[in-house]
């Protein structure tokens, strides 16, 4: 069992580095090499038509294979990532069975989405009715049940978890929008949440700060919710690793998946590390972002399976200012447009960096302007941050590239201006000293929808990737969802949406 280390990059090519040759197995049905950390060489009998060069260049390999599992190495269910969607997924497991659980990350958490996303449970911008939204019901009431729970235990859950009753405002600056803000509170409100219309004049009197004409006004939802992402995972964490005594918990941090083992019946028996050979009884789930589509493409490589995996990366960034402390908010925000640009189904060649507002004050007491993703905690409590970020409004599909656009960076700074007049007062040079720049990659999937469900011709693995920017507030859902699955329990939401389908060229 590995230790935790320090943060690497996540990106699973990135680490690949040596080759490893697999011995041949009785029922070896292809070999191709493995490429790791690890310097060891074994031997292997090659297809005559495949040469050492080509060999060499496999980054990740599926064999089948037919040996007895080392009891150190062998748990009942393997989940690949460690983000929140796996790390859930994970704790769900082990809290509502006997099985053990081993988690592989090829970082450790917070390296991807997770640490680089915005940590609100808002229900204004959802549609009702919509495929997604009994998933996103049932999700916010697992994430209430759990701070329930943390607060039944006589912790307190906006220490633990960062949890926050913030309320949240859907903002429009026309009349127009206002129109449509109307229809959408009477929608949410007929959906069984608690929903109110205000105007300009209202909104001035909540929230001061923000300025957005006579004409404006804002949906308002009292009962939303503001988490801070690494506070939950950390918990998390923690929650879990109470399981290693029993001998039901492993970490493999730090260690990227590098192939599958495949018996003849489909049934994958073991993942291969980048350290460790991991057996697997019961189920393998890869929850690995927006590395998902490239790892599984690289997977299934030598497989009978058709299937497509569109997860991609999309770019987004994350402008904090420190020591900023001119005003704070009352609720979160969040711009008419916003609804839009997390809706926009666009091809991967698109580049546009359209910019939406959000604005929240974390449990730290730090301001948050821009448009999605999840704020750490602040180094000192006592300073209030304003932290703008526009993790996938920028719509960049640039691989898995984090290099900053100060241009990106200027236009969420402008954006947050218009809203919020008090910030004209500064420019970004005045404020160079002490603002750092995040670049964040979120998986995102065509359609919107996530992929949750058994992969295509393998018996036993499931995927749970593509949430884009709702992985926070879909996690519990899904690892229900997930877990159900792996369990044989009744769903308890249609889980059909989310199927995956073997791939028709």
Known sequence: MASLLLPISPNPNHLINDTIFFPRPPLLRRVTTISTHSGRRLLVKSSPSTSPEINRRKKVAAVRMSSAPPASNSYDVIVVGAGI??????????????LSVAVVDAAVPCSGATGAGQGYIWMVHKV????????????????????EDIKYQGMDPQEVLGWKKTGSLLVGTTSQEVAALKGKVEQLSKAGLKAELLSSLDLQEVEPALVIGEEGGAAFLPDDYQIDARRSVAYIEKEIRKYATEGRYGEYYNQPLTGLLRSGNGKVEAVQTSKNLLYSKKAIVIATGCWTGSLMQELIKYMDIEFDVPVKPRKGHLLVIENFSSFKLNHGLMEVGYVGHQDATLQPS?????????ATMDSSGNLVLGKSSIISCCKNVNLLNIILMVTGSSRQFAGFSTEISEHIINQIWERAREFFPSLREFSLTDLEKTREVRVGLRPFMPGGKPMIGLVPGLSNVFLAAGHEGEGLSLALGTAEMVADMILGNPPKVDNAPYALHTHRS
Do not use: H, V, Y
Request: aromatic content about 6%; overall charge negative.
């Open 128 to 147: 009702p009715g919509s495929e997604k939204w009994e998933l996103t019901m049932r999700s916010r009431e697992l994430w209430e049940k759990f701070a």
């Open 85 to 98: 969607i796996g790390l859930s997924i994970a704790r769900q497991i082990l809290n509502g069975s006997d």
């Open 350 to 358: 698109s580049e546009t960096s359209s910019i939406s507002m959000t």
